[in-house]
């Protein structure tokens, strides 16, 4: 995030974070399921290899001193380590106590049990390891854009407070959620982030008339639908709990 | 990898590969160089932040059951643990020795001096975590392309094991590379791989006639020269040495 906050730059990094989120779904494709990847017996530990893989992974991050901004937010915030380089101070452009402002149970929950099966196909061809290393790419790229919302919101706040400050005040949700969908914008993302899983989903080859566009690595329309189901309330929601704190 | 090694199940395995390695440059790329990340007198403990971050990744995944197939290769094999959860039998469709052909400390070296410097912006914005987890997810991808050359070396000769055999016995490295070496192909993949990056790091927005296809997140030259300078080279370094193994 750039060090001015505008609704402009947020939107840039917002378009940029979805090229990231296609592309690590396509990477996970190249993997069946995989279930016993998910099965919280299989370790014998009480942890599935994923929840294992991910509660590491932050650990060793956190380590080297990820987590220090706010679209950062770790699935397993408990005991995380300090991280031992020195860090940048990097001063957040947002109000302090948003930090506390996570979606991460949710999304974790919707990704595993719901948008997985969407975009990999049945099966079981054991690499475990691979497919947990890339759901926790996936989780990590959707979380980023979620809690950008943070950002969006301290934006739209900052351009126009009033129209915010009542809703605020009257921690009145549905009217702050009401200001914050703007649903001409919402069918334009949709349609963008399923043009770019076209696109980089595609086979790509030299012949110009060959390219065979009609095979999908991943199919386009499960992008646009975690956006439309997930995604966007997802990140209105960050949005709305922002809000709640900003004037606290 | 399929089941049964033919040269038409690599090529489509190579292929496949082309797409991770580009998206995991476009992704090292949202960050710059970052060069404190690979200063070993950083942390304290003699080790970079990227040397860190790596070992300590191989490690974990190596529990959760990577480092089984001969395709991936870690960089720090030394001392790496056992996998604990059951692993599936994987039948390998290649010649036992083979298991000690690595080239990664060549990947390790080409990718820090002189790749990332090409596709990176210069500049510290302090993100060195993610920074150096991007790293991880590139040198993974290209160390897995070079190294499915033990593939394409044993689908080569058990097509043809007479053409081989002579060279093989008498350790003849620069007939076995002659007989490797097919540079349509090689200037067929250069474009292919080009054309990818063009299309994977473009601008996509809806309107059709302004998609601003001049500005790339990575330049689709710098992909082509590392598969031109680095990926072929090195893959057919593993085929030889894959290959003076296959008679012993």
Chains 1, 2 share one sequence.
């Not at 049945?122 to 759901?135: H, R």
């Not at 639908?225 to 929601?237: I, N, Q, R, S």
Request: some cysteine; glycine content about 2%; overall charge negative.
């Amino acid at each position: 995030m750039a060090n001015k906050l505008t609704l402009d730059s947020v939107r840039d990094a917002l378009i940029r974070e979805e090229d990231s989120i296609v592309f690590s779904l396509i990477e996970r494709a190249r993997f069946p399921y995989n279930a016993p990847a998910y099965d919280s017996s299989f370790l014998g530990n009480g942890l599935s290899i994923a929840e294992f893989y991910v509660r590491e992974s932050e650990s060793l991050q956190a380590k080297v001193g990820r987590y220090q901004k706010p679209e950062d937010v770790p699935f397993f915030p408990k005991d995380l380590p300090r991280p031992f380089p020195p860090t940048k101070d990097s001063q957040s452009l947002l109000y302090p106590a948003s930090a506390s402002v996570s979606v991460n149970e949710a999304i974790w929950k919707f990704y595993f049990t719901e948008l997985l099966p969407l975009f990999t196909e049945k099966g079981d061809d054991g690499n475990y390891a691979s497919s947990v290393a890339s759901d926790f790419v996936c989780l990590q790229a959707i979380s980023r854009r979620i809690h950008y919302g943070k950002y969006v919101a301290e934006a739209k706040f900052t351009d126009a407070p009033q129209d915010y400050s009542t809703a605020i005040s009257s921690e009145d949700r549905d009217r702050l959620m009401n200001l914050l969908t703007f649903v001409a914008v919402e069918e334009a993302v949709k349609k963008r982030v399923e043009k770019k899983a076209r696109l980089f989903s595609q086979n790509v080859t030299l012949d110009e008339n060959d390219s065979d566009q009609t095979k999908y690595k991943i199919n386009p329309s499960v992008v646009s639908h975690l956006y439309d189901k997930w995604v966007m309330p997802l990140t209105k929601v960050v949005e709305v709990e922002y809000l709640l704190l900003r004037l606290s």
